[in-house]
């Protein structure tokens, strides 16, 4: 591309080109950015003759990108991080600070930070806003590129190289039971005697890029069908399946606070903590604790709001009683 050509570039155009590839739509970008349905399809234009590409097709579920598109996203991208650092202040002001952030963290991890977190916000950042939700079942990153989050959390193996990664700690799960469990006077149990009855499971999916997913195959190849009776991120559900005989297989953090919880209710059995079977230690890689990460897009990696709110979150989970520190 000649100077000229360079020249032809502004940032409006910049910024409809990766709103277009985040929302897959010409009016939903338009929508997001405010300007008319028209407009936004003229810069379009513009690009596609600028660099002489279609960049979009038109699909039933909306527009997918090209080759080009995509390779012009990912150089895109961080032009557009850098000229936001311009433009952000160099000390950070709480007080005033009205922001909004969505994390992506399932309620078991929650239970880590989540009380802390609300109260230092109420008194340092009144004016932050936060939305928090589960994992759904796709790639636990395409939320963090797109731009619909903006910090995850999970027990995680490796990111991609635009993702940027700490280690929080290690967690270990947990199994619990109510006294109307066949296994309830039992001090341990084998992996045979946990799934010759009902399990419900409660935040633990075995997503490909989840640490347990290698000791699952493992235990697969074993022939032990670890498959839960009942898959839910409902704690009501979760915790009637209990009262009802099943095993819940979860967070350390979950099983104290269903311990914690349903101890309070009246007529519930007793329930208690057991740990997870030896079966399963002696084929995980990480022997029952299993590492914890925060992970962010490289575009939100010196801002300085996004870097205070991370930096909280890190230091209330290590404080919590089920969060193992690293060394």
């Known amino acids: ?82 000229l936001s650092e311009l433009m952000t202040p160099s000390v950070l002001d709480l007080k005033s600070l009205t922001r909004r952030f969505r994390l992506r963290v399932d309620e078991g991890d929650l239970e880590n930070f989540i009380e802390p977190l609300l ?23 395409d939320d963090l590129m797109s731009g619909h989050a903006d910090i995850g959390i999970m027990r995680i193996k490796g990111t991609p190289g635009n993702i940027r990664s700490k280690l929080i700690g290690y967690m270990e799960a947990c199994i619990v039971l109510s006294e109307a469990h066949p296994l309830f006077h039992q001090d341990e149990i084998s992996l045979e005697e946990l799934l010759a009855h009902k399990t ?58 269903f311990t914690d919880v349903m101890c309070e209710k009246k007529n519930f059995y007793p329930i208690k903590v057991l740990p997870i079977p030896k079966e399963v230690i002696e084929a995980d890689e990480y022997k029952g604790r299993h590492p914890i990460h925060i992970f962010w897009h490289e575009r939100s990696n010196n801002d300085l709001a996004h870097r205070w709110l991370r930096e909280k979150i890190i230091h209330f989970m290590r404080e919590s009683p089920w969060m193992h520190t690293p060394e």
């Open 200 to 257: 419900v499971t409660h935040h633990l999916r075995n997503h490909q890029e989840s640490t347990f997913q290698n000791t699952a195959n493992k235990l697969k190849l074993q022939g032990y069908d670890i498959e839960p009776s009942l898959e839910t991120d409902s704690l009501m559900v979760t915790m009637q399946a209990i009262k009802r005989g099943m095993a819940l297989v979860a967070s350390r953090s979950i099983g104290e606070l």
């Open 119 to 141: 109260a230092a916000l109420h008194y340092d950042a009144p004016g932050i806003r936060l939305s928090t939700s589960g994992w759904g079942e796709g790639s636990q990153f």
């Open 1 to 82: 591309m000649q100077l000229n050509d360079v020249l032809k570039l502004d940032i409006k155009i910049l910024v409809a080109f990766v709103t277009i590839m985040e929302e897959g739509s010409v009016s939903r970008a338009a929508d997001r950015l405010g300007v008319t349905q028209p407009a936004l399809s003229k810069s379009l234009q513009k690009l596609r003759d600028l660099f002489k590409d279609a960049l979009f097709t038109r699909q039933a579920y909306g527009l997918s990108p090209t080759a080009k598109a995509t390779e012009l996203n990912d150089l895109i991208l961080p032009i557009l991080s850098s």
